[in-house]
């Protein structure tokens, strides 16, 4: 009977709801961008260059022309492109030279895919091989083949560094204890379902239409406006349903000017996407790493110090991918306290495929190396490597050395709770060839302002049934963001979620929005919701007051009724009081634009400043089974423990949890893009191993919600940070299996069967 | 050098621009109903009644349901409609009776137009036929039959009836001068350049889209959803381009809840187009009227009592068509200075076609009269026409018999103008066979609050280069109303036409409006997006207020610079100044949503009420030719001088003007749907003859712009009004030529011949 007592303080947030688009997705009826076919359409394929660095010394398309079917051949000579690239290093069409394999050369654009392939095929190209570089501290090397000459060197300076003492040395050698390694980590493709591609219309008034599966329309917007050099007024994007993307859709590249200006030529739409094959090859990877690191503490348990050196292979071209060294900075300056910090990052140019950011940006990789050292030297104080992590914990309101104001922080519950969960005892106390690992995370939940707007807009409006229809900038890359919104707007307006409609097709009738990354959506497009259902609210319940003879502060909206909280016999249902606020003579239909900006800052550029309006915190801890004949590390169990806040839709948050960790595991145990000279050699899913759901052990998820301050009904971000810890705590698992630290990504039978 | 010292007080207003969206109608980009073709559609056709009134004894679908690429075929057997119509009297399909040849008695879907066609023609009705009747006069006798036994009556009360004075005869006898006559005109088809249809697409959620060339999206989806008995909230409305409406699209048909079922039925789309002979056939024509009028002058030329008894044939249902009633009393009462006046209207059901409204709602009809009795009053008196037209026109700040209250008008300075301007010199002067007539019209010109809203929202955005995109609840049936709201947007906001977008496509993101009709769009629309774009340039006020350190008060825009008006070399550009706003911490994008509700009042039940927030005025002058032998009338010269406040786009205007002059033309000597036992017996272009460029004489459009106190910018509507007057003008020049007055439309050479 006492249960029964219990009252749920919200109706719809914290209830686990299906996705708002789920039926339409479930039966087919959701069209991506590979269902779309507009009329007159054409195909378009890339020719890229056969080497991965040579002089291109002729182009001859005049067979690919004779090929039936054909509209247009392009090569860097018929289009005047801008560069691109966030340091504007790399031309859509290459002239003159290519440096990677992955370099476009020419395009095409034929009736049907089979003759834009055919068309692809007759074009002749004359190349002049040139020495190659694709060991990163080769190329930082003096004398190394130099990728682009005019630079004079491959060493990208993007001022990765960070110090809180002059004399780091001096601190490390006053410390009780400190360990020292280098890590390796790999190429990974992010496997979205849908893959990368675009469909481009430009028309004979000069405006240009882009169907695209990016995951920053109004960024995308003006960099393909930029490229194409087209007034961005004159360009439009729109956004199909998009089947994940996970950090690739952050940036635009050659494939969308190239389609557009297979448009611009044919004046018909093109369409270019990739099969999976070319998403294997041509997709910007996650960024592979080398860290070397050192961690000290002192002979208390405390953490002293921190120094972390990496190395980023940018590949070719710079896209965001070296940018994760700004967050491996932040995880090494903020992951648990530790007074003294440094990180460095060396980026330099290679020849091969330049690298894009993905779900985590940095965060798994320095997290693999980070956590590894905790459990290390727990080992070293001979303290049991939960104690010391809880020992070392971060805590609310504290602020970390590059001035990142914590609000909230679940840390030390989640860490406590995934110990419980897994059974944890102690070291080697998992069983004969079983061992349990740990690893804790800190990454940005309210936002990065990496932008200098870091904001997103929302319109409501309130139709004659009640419906209330949310256009927001924001765009869910399939991750159920849109109904986290949904709830938001349901909960703050006291009315049924099915009475909410998100619309998010593109940027003509959207307010601004910086894009989907850095866990941002709930947080930020969430925070943008509440606002507008606010306005919204503060309009209904004035006219609720005027009907009910209530004063405003004294009605309550819940379920769709509008009533006194003092006596609710005075009362209205919803829809029948916004018809009262419409038909009427000076009536009105509510709606309410807003814009939200969090309140954070830019980092200066010693990389100081509160990028995020909060972080969220968690820790896991995974039980593995290592075959000591093979050296096959099987994941029995994965608990995953999430401070992010209060949770919006549990269903939903374990899907990121479950999803998360699928990923990471793929990445920790079998993904890798493995290359030759430059070139992918495994691009096939029967070769690129991506892990099935027999691969994936039990998950799961545990949500210590703290209820930020800042957050939408005090909700964080989640949308990456299932896969952070994941590879260093399966790591720490195995030493604690076998005793051998993997100390390189994806662990392989060889690491374990080796000499540790 | 003095005429270079003329400065034009605004940038954008009063400027003749070509249509925002003439490119992609020009280029063939726009895509209308006609044009849209989606994935998997079915065609659909339907079988209409074979008789004018009957009762269905059976139907057999058998043989249809066995023609190849059938989907579907239903009957009212299959179907479980509400009833629909204004009065709610018509069922979507018939079962038991069939009231006119238009009934919809069952439909089919199939895999193309032609196979849709023979399983119609497949389908066996029994029919057992019922007396009919056709004239109105008729079937308001006790003992006509009843087109409803239900109801006992053919006579459907309107309650159209309006008298000043209890004893109206009392005041007739009293008069200096009467006349007095009956008046007849005919059915006319509106015959837009985009025939009636609909797509409905019912997908396995429930979800109901309509594709459909409505004027009122949001009164569309309200009465489909009622209809057919969906939630409104899993119905969506989108307006392709619309080419063309003219009145017939203010209400849903059978067709549309049809389409729907046949979509129901199958989980296709299903698209059902007219034909341009199912056009002339079965779109709701302009209804017909019989008008018998009577007039009163004092002896010093002062109108002292009008006094109209109308008859309208509403056809077997009730569609807007009778409502123009509505509208002839306006005119009635309101059309000059009369102190005493009485309306009345019977509306009958007959087995004829019913009707709908169409451009001028009414006024063409009831001015025919009015006008031919001013002008044979005139005679009467001795007086010259344009004298006696002066010495009663309306005034400014009028309160008309029914409530209306008129602010500007402009209507003395019309008349003046076209008689000027057609070389007016006294009756019988245009010369041999020549005669010259004139005519006013008083119309609504800021809306007309037939619903209890007359509202329409508006919310605008501006983006990061300075384009402003407005979302309108307004719908632009190709008159250009678009082109005007985004010349009041860039004229307040300061920036050229070329940074305003127009978006209004479906009712899914835009706010609601009640529709385009009564010549509201400009009005009503115009001022809710000036409405936006005041918040909009507030909002911008203060953020440039802060940077250029100059009190908002005391900055202006213009021509896309924002800049002190004591200083300009303070100036920022607009597209800067937006960025500044956003790109800065604490930012924000710049939206505003309202909503505007026009001051006005429903009429009671005594139909006293201001309806309109403002009332247009304006005069034409017609020079014809009749050839004495023929007794074939040619129109020689038209002048239209029109008081619409201040104009906004003078091209539009015009073109408006130009329009509505041809409609009226055609609608006075050529235009007629001829009717044989209920049936039109003309369907065809070569046999319903419109009006070509050939048979269009010079037109001169004449502003006299009065800029309207409650207009944006002083604009008041014009879409109705070139329309209005001409058939009374031409009658009246008709009879200055040859002394014969035209008392029914089409103008036939018999009448000119005949007995005058």
Chains 1, 2 share one sequence.
């Not at 109706?11 to 997705?25: A, H």
């Not at 080697?428 to 940005?444: D, E, N």
């Not at 890359?477 to 998010?504: F, H, M, Y």
Request: with cysteine; aromatic share 8%; net charge negative.
């Amino acid at each position: 009977m006492l249960e029964q007592q219990v009252v749920h303080r919200y109706s719809v947030i914290g209830r686990s709801v299906p996705k708002i688009d789920g039926g339409e997705k479930v039966l087919g009826l959701a069209r991506y961008l590979d269902d779309l076919e507009l009329p007159n359409m054409l195909y378009g394929k890339i020719l890229r260059s056969r080497y991965p660095h040579a002089r291109i010394v002729r182009i001859d398309t005049g067979e690919a022309w004779r090929v039936g079917g054909v509209a247009a051949v392009i090569t860097a000579r018929d289009v005047s492109f801008n560069k691109m690239g966030i340091l504007k290093d790399q031309p859509p069409l290459k002239d003159g030279k290519v440096r990677s394999v992955r370099d476009e050369v020419a395009a095409v654009a034929a009736v049907s895919e089979e003759a834009a392939e055919r068309a692809v095929e007759a074009i002749r190209v004359e190349y002049e091989e040139l020495d190659a570089v694709f060991d990163p501290e080769e190329a930082a090397k003096p004398g190394a083949p130099l990728v682009h000459e005019e630079l004079g060197t491959n060493i990208i300076d993007l001022n990765f560094h960070f110090s809180t003492d002059s004399d780091m040395e001096g601190v490390f050698e006053g410390a009780y204890a400190v360990v020292e390694d280098e890590y390796r980590l790999q190429y990974m493709n992010a496997s979205p379902l849908g893959t990368m591609g675009c469909i481009a219309y430009y028309n004979e008034l000069g405006e240009l239409t882009v169907y695209t599966n990016t995951q920053a329309p109004f960024l995308y917007r003006h960099e393909l406006s930029q490229v194409l050099g087209l007034d961005p007024s004159k360009v439009r994007v729109v956004q199909p349903e998009i089947g994940g993307a996970f950090g690739r859709g952050m940036d635009i590249y050659p494939l969308d000017p190239i389609t557009a200006a297979l448009s611009i030529k044919t004046r018909r739409p093109v369409r270019i996407l990739y099969t999976r094959e070319e998403e294997l090859q041509y997709a910007p990877p996650r960024q592979p790493a080398i860290i070397r690191m050192k961690t000290a503490a002192t002979r208390d348990g405390k953490l002293l110090a921190r120094d972390a050196d990496v190395i980023l292979d940018a590949g070719a071209y710079v896209s965001w991918g070296p940018f994760d060294g700004r967050v491996m900075m932040a995880t090494t300056t903020g992951l648990y306290v530790v007074p003294h910090v440094r990180f460095r990052a060396t980026v330099v140019y290679t020849n091969n495929p330049y690298c894009g950011t993905q779900r985590g940006a940095g965060n798994p990789q320095i997290t693999f190396a980070i956590e590894q050292q905790m459990d290390s030297l727990a080992e070293e104080l001979g303290l049991d490597p939960v104690e010391f992590r809880l020992l070392n914990a971060n805590t609310p309101n504290m602020v970390t050395p590059q001035g990142m104001r914590i609000s909230s922080c679940g840390m030390r519950e989640c860490l406590q709770a995934v110990a419980d969960a897994i059974g944890w005892r102690g070291r080697r106390m998992a069983g004969p060839g079983r061992g349990i690992g740990f690893a804790a995370y800190f990454h940005v939940g309210g936002g990065a302002r990496v932008y200098r707007s870091d904001g997103c807009g929302s319109t409501i409006s309130v139709d004659d049934y009640g419906v209330v229809t949310l256009v927001t900038g924001s765009t869910d890359l399939g991750t159920g963001s849109d109904t986290a919104l949904a709830q938001i707007v349901a909960e703050e307006l006291g009315i049924p979620l099915s009475k909410v409609r998100v619309v998010n097709s593109g940027e003509t009738v959207r307010p601004w929005d910086v894009g989907t990354h850095a866990s941002r959506a709930t947080f930020v497009a969430g925070n943008s919701a509440l606002m507008a259902a606010r306005e919204i609210k503060r309009k209904l319940l004035e006219i609720a007051s005027e009907i009910l003879l209530v004063h405003p502060s004294k009605i309550v909206i819940r379920d769709g009724v509008v009533f006194s909280s003092e006596d609710p016999s005075k009362r209205i249902e919803f829809d029948k009081l916004v018809r009262r606020a419409h038909f009427r003579q000076g009536g009105e239909v509510l709606t309410a634009s807003v814009f939200y900006d969090p309140p954070t800052e830019m980092q200066d550029e010693r990389w100081m400043g509160n990028l995020s309006a909060t972080y969220a915190f968690g820790a896991q801890a995974v039980m593995v089974e290592v075959d000591p004949e093979t050296g096959v590390v099987k994941v029995l169990k994965v608990v995953s423990a999430h401070d992010c806040g209060r949770v919006i839709n549990p269903a939903a948050a374990e899907g990121q949890v479950h999803g998360g960790v699928a990923m990471g595991l793929g990445y920790t145990l079998s993904e890798e893009l493995v290359l030759e000279r430059g070139r992918v050699i495994n691009a096939s899913l029967a070769e690129y191993l991506l892990p099935t759901s027999a691969d994936t052990p039990p998950i799961k998820a545990i949500f210590v919600e703290t209820e930020d301050r800042y957050g939408p009904y005090g909700a964080k971000g989640i949308g990456e940070t299932g896969c952070i810890p994941i590879p260093a705590a399966v790591a720490n698992a195995v030493y604690d299996a076998v005793g051998k630290r993997p100390k390189t990504l994806p662990i392989k039978p060889s690491q374990i069967l080796g000499a540790g």
